[in-house]
């Protein structure tokens, strides 16, 4: 029988009835990578996830990860396979050791399949800047679509029906975009809630591990499997303050609409199926109020983001010097090497990127650029946690319509309602993107973002809308 599509769910089924095993698995899913025309691996460990495969023979029957292929964001190290960033200045780059929590994956026996392209460093999102060119959405007839980014080889991946998970990292949406874009979850947990130990770090103070599946269930389960604190990195939270979700139903929950933002909305079948899934939550007890919120505020969450994430990026890479690791070129002095090897080895985009963080850092220009966009993502922050103080989560569509088509790689669109969810970076909250509706076919997604160390109540919220929706386990093979 054919295992491609199944959820988490579906093949522990299989597993526990005898029916199937972690090598009938894997070899499927290794055929159908081989023959993917979707530009979504970095690197395979083909061998290496069949040794592993091999070696699960009695089934753990409480363990729903056990024998489960999955993708990892080549952003992400792995020991002994080379991880890029999809950028030719690490191109041979061969980790020492696993990220956190890949090997908090690998503890519950799941299955690492291969590596996933991305936007450079992250630096992008529409998946189109990795060094292995764009990658594509496979709900796109004749590729004719983007998936979106950064993490745009996670997300075709699971819409692909290859794997039933893979893992990602989102700075300003690049879960949660692409989740959109690709009839996914997209979920990126409290920030410090997963260790980011093994992290190729972008913005650091926005960076969240996430991951794509392809049902809200089964998000939670990879989000209990992975969390906690990591002593290797210091950003993981010790001590948090205790949120008891007593109440799994929608009844007396409280939905904030951010008015200003949903009015931007253009796409007809959107504002009519978000509307439907409003007035559907309203029936079942939830309170759903469209909300006032600063215009100015919203106005200022893409250049502040933009200041920042440049600024962050500048320092971030400025390990990547050839010296001490990384795709290194000849020079007749250290300042040469330095040159050739970052010169030969960045795009121009990520040189653009870190040109603007070193202005904006240098001390004439910082208080200008830098403190004030600092100043301003206080204010942001403050503005969402305002809503949130009244309000369980925001609810906003979490993209304005669905996979544009492919166009030259530029810099991201600054419209307000392209960029809003970096909110959810801002301060660190917990974020879901889940399908909405399908517009002729292709995927639009709906985001909830809620309170710092709220995420159960976030992931229980998001699988009450799912079964309202009923867009489950969705796949391009479904709608192609």
């Avoid at 966009?373 to 206080?378: C, D």
């Amino acid at each position: 029988m054919g295992y491609l599509n199944l959820t988490m769910t579906e093949l522990h089924e299989l597993y526990v009835a005898g029916k199937a095993t972690p090598l009938d698995v894997v070899n499927e899913v290794i055929e159908a990578l081989k023959k993917d025309r979707n530009n979504i691996l970095e690197k395979t460990m083909y061998e290496e996830a069949r040794a592993i495969a091999a070696s699960l023979t009695k089934v753990e029957k409480d363990n729903i990860l056990w024998g489960i292929p999955f993708l990892i964001k080549d952003n992400i190290v792995t020991r002994g396979v080379e991880t890029t960033g999809s950028s030719n200045i690490l191109n041979g780059f061969i980790p020492l050791c696993n990220a956190v929590v890949i090997e908090k994956l690998l503890a519950a026996k799941a299955i690492p399949i291969a590596k996933t392209t991305l936007d450079e460093f992250g630096m992008g999102g529409r998946g189109e800047t990795g060094h292995k060119g764009t990658t594509y959405n496979p709900y796109g007839k004749e590729r004719t679509r983007i998936v979106g980014g950064s993490s745009s080889g996670s997300a075709s991946g699971v819409a692909s029906g290859y794997v039933s998970f893979a893992v990602g990292s989102d700075t300003g949406d690049s879960i949660r975009k692409p989740a959109s874009f690709a009839g996914l979850v997209g979920f990126k947990p409290t920030w410090g809630e997963i260790s980011r130990f093994g992290l190729f770090a972008f913005m650091p103070t926005f960076d969240h591990i996430g991951f794509f599946t392809r049902s809200v269930l089964e998000a939670r389960v990879l989000f209990e499997k992975t969390r906690g604190h990591d002593p290797k990195d210091a950003t993981s939270i010790v001590n948090k303050p205790k949120r008891e979700v007593k109440d799994a139903s929608l009844k007396g929950k409280r939905v904030a609409v951010l008015e200003p933002l949903f009015a931007l909305m253009k796409n007809q079948l959107l504002i009519k199926e978000f509307n439907k899934l409003v007035d559907k939550l309203r029936k079942e007890g939830t309170i759903v109020d469209f909300v006032p919120f600063d215009k100015d505020i919203l106005a200022a969450i893409f250049p502040t983001y933009f200041i920042l994430s440049c600024a962050e990026a500048n320092i971030s890479n400025a390990n990547l010097t050839g010296i001490g690791f990384g795709n290194k070129q000849d020079g007749k002095s250290y300042e040469e090497i330095v040159a050739n090897t970052r010169g030969q080895g960045f795009s121009s985009r990520i040189k653009h990127r870190l040109m603007l963080g070193q202005y904006a850092l240098k001390k004439e220009n910082r208080y200008e650029y830098y403190d004030r966009a600092q100043k301003a993502r206080r204010l942001i922050v403050e503005a969402i946690d305002k809503v949130l103080a009244k309000y369980d989560v925001i609810m906003l569509p979490a993209a304005p319509s669905h996979a544009p088509t492919l166009t030259k790689p530029a810099e991201p669109n600054s419209e307000i309602e392209n960029n809003f969810m970096a909110i959810g970076n801002f301060g660190g909250n917990p974020s879901i993107t889940i399908p909405l509706c399908l517009d002729e076919g292709l995927p639009i997604g709906v985001n909830l973002t809620g309170k710092v160390f709220d995420d159960i109540n976030v992931l229980n919220l998001a699988l009450r809308i799912e079964e309202i929706t009923k867009l489950y386990n969705l796949h391009a093979g479904l709608h192609l």
